[in-house]
């Protein structure tokens, strides 16, 4: 199939999402802006049939969304506008149903992550150094965002009166402005402590109403969060793309290997639909891989580099 295909199919696609679906112009130049750049990754394909994708072929597009420096949510966001594409391409028999369940299936969609080990995160978190000009801030922010799991929006949003530390927990407000409780550990609930009293002794600090603010007093903005964990990423020498979102999703993935109910980590993170986070439970292989080798009888005849089955393969999961 050639690119003068796709982009006449792109273009049905689009007249598709207007007139029959009824979508936001927004909804629709979103959809737009992220399938041209599939479309430009398509004309440097050799070989390739779009109509009829393998999974080894959609890998090597997620492989270049993360070479376009986008964030595991935004190659996320690409992926869900390829799927409508193929759902649509499906309704107008341009490919088949093999297409659409490739772009649900796990060994794609756990491409995606970047999750920090326990080790790393506690290096991260650690990062403060009293010498800091907003060392109590900084120190609170971190722990809040891997206590929490909370995303970067709900962290900035959060305010004073969301917190109850005696009962260690903080309210937080998610999509939809759909509120749930979120439990805080203890060092998270030490460090906001102090951050705290520190924050009343700084009179411009201490009359905003939100949790996280800047040293002019006004409210955290995600950019500044970003900016932020970046600085202490770097600090200890992190991979690159750590952000705030590494920390939810090395949040859900620590929580799932450890043993946690997989419905309580639902609600921790604000998932509509459990589909989402049963994402995290494909993440944490190696560390399945390592015990069985170190503890089965016969584990040592396995192969660490090698993938293991999905046991969920057959399903479209997401």
Sequence with gaps: MSLTELRSDLLAFRHYLQAERGMAANTVAAYTRDLERFARWYSQSTQMDYTAPTLAELGRFVSFL??????????????????????????????????????????????????????????????????????????????????????????????????????????????????????????????????????????RLAQNPFLFVTRSGRRLSRIDLWAIVKKYSQRVGLPRKVSPHTLRHSFATHLLSGGADLRAVQEMLGHASIRTTQHYTRVDRQRMRELHRRYHPRGGSVDPSASPPDAEQKQTGL
Excluded at 74 to 98: D, G, K, Q, T
Excluded at 113 to 138: C, G, I, K, N, W
Excluded at 139 to 165: I, K, M, P, Q
Excluded at 191 to 197: M, S
């Design 66 to 203: 993360q070479e376009e420096s986008l964030a595991p949510p935004s190659v996320a966001r690409h992926l869900a506008a390829l799927r409508m594409f193929y759902r649509f391409l499906r309704l107008e028999e341009r490919a088949s149903a093999a297409a659409v369940d490739l772009l649900a299936s796990p060994r794609l969609w756990e491409r995606i992550p970047q999750v920090l080990s326990p080790e790393q995160v506690e290096q991260l978190l650690s990062a403060p150094t009293p010498q800091d000009r907003f060392y109590y801030r900084d120190r609170a922010l971190l722990e809040t965002l891997y206590a929490t799991g909370c995303r970067a929006s709900e962290v900035v949003a959060l305010r004073e009166s969301d917190l109850f530390l005696d009962a260690s927990f903080c309210r937080c407000r998610g999509k939809g402005n759909k509120e749930r409780v979120v439990p805080l550990g203890r060092p998270a609930v030490a460090a906001l402590r102090e951050y705290l009293h520190w924050r009343a002794s700084q009179p």
